[in-house]
Each structure stands twice: as structure tokens, then as C-alpha cells.
């Protein structure tokens, strides 16, 4: 099955920072999630996103699929962002999905 | 509409008892896949279930677990004999499409076995 990296593994920013989270593949992949998992541990879908662009309010996606990696825009981060980003893509057959190591961000105020 | 509804969201146990745990996918979803998260890690695969049917179970222990995911009802996830071992957030998700598809993940539920 597939590797995920994930980069950096921590990050804390004051709040208001922007930031970029990375994710990187072992082999070519045509489709991606990215998840939030909140300080309660509930795990929250942010993007679906196979390749390209895609924006929701503060945060942003892209995917370049042919490199093998995709990246994820915090903007404007706020408190509320912190907890641990997981990218996660298929490995094998059947819709097997490999998580990525996280990153955990915290944000102070 | 209903997301993933798992439960319960907290399980205690002392080993060698049975836990079960319970799966309702997102309705018109009928692929179910359950993951467990061990503290401070993430999430891994452990079996994928159509209805009736288990497609891929390489990700699940050999002895004492098992899952299924009957015509009616919601999918289950069984432990037998839980050691503490077993302490994790299992989380279950659905698809609604065969080929790779989004996933949708449910709360999870948190087993404490003492």
C-alpha cells in the first residue's frame, strides 16, 4: 500500500497566522481527504479533493496528483483550528484509505 | 440527513468481556469501513463491509475480532476477550459509491479496557 507523510508533525501559531500543511505520497493517488480531528476526538471531513483547488471560508486545498502531494492553506487561523489535520488516500483495492501521520497544530491566542 | 451514527461513544470494559460496537451508516450508504486510532496515533484500517458481505478484512486482528454488517440493522464491530490492548477510538465510516469514494467518518466510540 501507499506511504503519507505528513509535514510538519507539530506546529503552534499565534493566532492569526497563516499556515500550510503538507502532504506527500508514495505513489501517484486520484482521490484525497483531508480531516480535522478536534481536541474531543471527532473527526471532521474538510476537503475531497482528487486534484486541483478547492476553498471552504479560511481554509483551502490543492492536490497535484501527478507530483504526489497536496497541500492544505489555514488562513486567519483561530483557536477553534487547533487539533490534529490528517490527509488520507486510497492503498489497494476495495477503498482502502492510509492515513498520514497528522500534524498537530495548536493555536494560541 | 443523518451523518455516521456510532454507538455507544464510550465503552468500558475489564478484560476478557465482550465489546461490541455498533455502526450506522449514512443512509443510502451501503459500504461501511471500520478504523482504530491507539492513542497518539492515526487511523488504520481495519475492514471494509457491503451489506452482507465482508470485501477486505486484511486490516483486522486474526483472533477475537470480528465484524459484520447484516441486511437490516447497523454494522457491528465485536471484540471478544478484550485485553487492554484493545483501548483505541474505533471509528467507523461509509461510502456511498463502490469505486473510491469520499468517506464520511462517525464520532467514534472510545473503549477503556481496564
Known amino acids: 500500500g501507499i506511504q503519507v507523510e505528513q509535514s510538519p508533525p507539530d506546529l503552534i501559531l499565534q493566532e492569526g497566522a497563516n499556515s500550510t500543511l503538507r502532504c506527500n505520497f508514495s505513489?501517484?493517488?486520484?482521490?484525497l481527504q483531508w480531516f480535522h480531528q478536534n481536541p474531543w476526538g471527532q473527526l471532521i471531513n474538510l476537503f475531497y479533493?482528487?486534484?486541483g483547488t478547492k476553498q471552504n471560508g479560511r481554509l483551502s486545498a490543492t492536490t497535484v496528483a501527478t507530483e504526489r502531494y497536496s497541500l492544505l492553506y489555514i488562513s486567519s487561523s483561530q483557536t477553534t483550528d487547533s487539533g490534529v489535520y490528517f490527509c488520507a488516500g486510497p492503498s489497494g483495492g476495495y477503498q482502502k484509505v492510509t492515513f498520514g501521520t497528522g500534524t498537530k497544530l495548536q493555536v494560541i491566542p | 440527513n443523518a451523518g455516521v451514527m456510532q454507538n455507544p461513544r464510550h465503552l468500558v470494559r475489564r478484560r476478557g468481556q465482550e465489546a461490541r460496537l455498533r455502526c450506522s451508516p449514512v443512509k443510502g450508504h451501503s459500504h461501511v469501513y471500520w478504523y482504530r486510532q491507539l492513542p497518539e496515533e492515526g487511523l488504520k484500517f481495519m475492514v471494509y463491509?457491503?451489506?452482507?458481505?465482508?470485501?477486505?478484512e486484511s486490516g483486522m486482528p486474526k483472533e477475537r475480532f470480528s465484524a459484520e454488517f447484516p441486511k437490516e440493522g447497523p454494522s457491528i464491530l465485536r471484540i471478544q476477550q478484550v485485553v487492554r490492548g484493545d483501548s483505541a477510538a474505533y471509528f467507523c465510516?461509509?461510502?456511498?459509491?463502490?469505486?473510491?469514494?469520499?468517506?464520511?467518518f462517525g464520532p467514534g466510540t472510545r473503549l477503556t479496557v481496564l
Open positions: 505513489d501517484s493517488v486520484n482521490n
Open positions: 465510516a461509509s461510502s456511498r459509491l463502490a469505486s473510491y469514494n469520499e468517506q464520511f
Open positions: 479533493i482528487p486534484s
Open positions: 463491509l457491503q451489506k452482507e458481505n465482508i470485501i477486505d
